[in-house]
Nanobody, 120 residues
Framework: VQLQASGGGLVQAGDSLRLSCAAS????????MGWFRQAPGKEREFVAR????????NYADSVKGRFTISRDNAKNMVYLQMNSLKPEDTAVYYC??????????????WGQGTLVTVSS
C-alpha cells in the first residue's frame, strides 16, 4: 500500500483547506482509511476515520463539526475537508490505510505527511 498526501499549506485562522490522499494497493478500496496528525513536540494523534464503503465516520472531539473525511473508491482517493481552522490545528497530517480500533485508533499503513500551518 502506498499513500501520497497533498494539500497542506499556510493559512490563517478561520480559513479552510482540503487535504487529499492518493492511495494505491489492492486492499485499499476494502480498507478503513483515516487521517492522523502530529504537532511539534507532541505525539501523533487520531483525527478522522472512514469505513471502506464510506458509510461510517469517526472524528476526534477536537475536530468534530469542523472537519469532514470522505473517500472516492473509484479514484482511490481520501479527502479531509478542514473548515474554521485554528492555530492548534497546526501539524503534519498523515494519511493512513487499514485504520483499526474503537475509541483509540491505529493504522497498518502510513503515508508521508503534509504540513498544515494555521496562523493566528
Amino acid at each position: 500500500v502506498q499513500l501520497q498526501a497533498s494539500g497542506g499549506g499556510l493559512v490563517q485562522a478561520g480559513d479552510s483547506l482540503r487535504l487529499s490522499c492518493a492511495a494505491s494497493g489492492r486492499t485499499v478500496s476494502s480498507s478503513a482509511m483515516g487521517w492522523f496528525r502530529q504537532a511539534p513536540g507532541k505525539e501523533r494523534e487520531f483525527v478522522a476515520r472512514i469505513t471502506w464503503n464510506g458509510r461510517d465516520t469517526n472524528y476526534a472531539d477536537s475536530v468534530k463539526g469542523r472537519f469532514t473525511i470522505s473517500r472516492d473508491n473509484a479514484k482511490n482517493m481520501v479527502y479531509l475537508q478542514m473548515n474554521s481552522l485554528k492555530p492548534e490545528d497546526t501539524a503534519v497530517y498523515y494519511c493512513a490505510a487499514g485504520v483499526y480500533g474503537l475509541g483509540s485508533y491505529e493504522s497498518r499503513f502510513w503515508g508521508q505527511g503534509t504540513l498544515v500551518t494555521v496562523s493566528s
